[in-house]
């Protein structure tokens, strides 16, 4: 299938400051979209989704936006803290759940973000 | 706690010599799935399950075999080991079907020497 792909593989940030990591899809259909988290040593751990149908989505500390014109997708950190470093990748589904989907998720490979004091 | 619990976390092994990592869920989760993390080529699938006694390959299911008895398990068992398939280990479940947002295990990292 199509790939996801993250623009750099390493990101160094000062403390701080804000993190912007990107992705680019390639898939037109995919329409759901998933930023995980992995530290070292842990299994990846979920921080935030949007639905094409969205633009825009905040959690705390996090924001995605999601630019289906150019299929790009970010993830931006506010006040990037040390606890913050880790391997972020991102992840979309071609298909809408509630029409099912045998593959699932497609990953991309990941950017390393490093917190620099 | 809901998690995802894999077992165990580190297997050192020898080539040819059967083995089996457990997965379980406590989530009550219709779909699981198994990784592979390689350095350079991301996470990959393995194989999956939608629900108890249905399973299907991934991207990747040369070598490995999966079973789905029970909602709650899902075990990957490596019949005959071979150096290629070390690499680092994750089962996932999710409530909805493929391609919902996924819960992890901690990992299982295999060495087959």
């Known amino acids: 299938g199509e790939s996801v792909g993250l623009h750099l593989p390493t990101l160094s940030v000062q403390e701080g400051d804000n993190s912007i990591i990107n992705c680019a899809y390639s898939?037109?259909?995919?329409?759901?979209f998933i930023w995980y988290k992995q530290e070292s040593g842990k299994g990846p751990q979920f921080i935030i989704d949007?639905?094409?149908?969205?633009d825009k989505r905040q959690g705390q500390r996090v924001t995605v936006l999601l630019n289906k014109t150019v299929k790009h997708l970010s993830l931006q950190i506010a006040a990037t803290q040390p606890g913050d470093s880790a391997v972020y990748f991102c992840?979309?589904?071609?298909?809408?759940?509630?029409?099912?989907?045998?593959?699932?998720?497609?990953f991309g490979k990941g950017t390393h973000l490093i917190i620099q004091p | 706690e809901a998690q995802v619990t894999q077992n165990p976390r580190y297997l050192i092994t020898v080539t040819g010599k059967k083995l089996t990592v457990t997965c379980s869920q406590n989530?009550?989760?219709?779909?699981m799935s198994w990784y592979r993390q390689d350095p350079g080529l991301g996470l990959r699938q393995i194989y999956y399950?939608?629900?108890?006694?249905?399973?299907d390959k991934g991207d990747v299911p040369e070598g490995y075999k999966v079973s789905r008895k029970e909602k709650r398990n899902f075990p990957l068992i490596l019949e005959s080991p071979s150096p290629n398939q070390t690499s680092l280990y994750f089962c996932?479940?999710?409530?909805?079907?493929?391609?919902?947002?996924?819960?992890f295990g901690s990992g299982t990292q295999l060495s087959v020497l």
């Open positions: 399950s939608m629900n108890v006694e249905v399973t």
């Open positions: 949007i639905r094409s149908n969205m």
């Open positions: 996932a479940s999710s409530m909805g079907q493929a391609g919902e947002k996924l819960f």
């Open positions: 992840a979309e589904n071609p298909q809408d759940y509630s029409g099912g989907g045998a593959d699932g998720l497609t």
């Open positions: 989530m009550n989760h219709e779909y």
């Open positions: 898939n037109s259909a995919s329409d759901y």
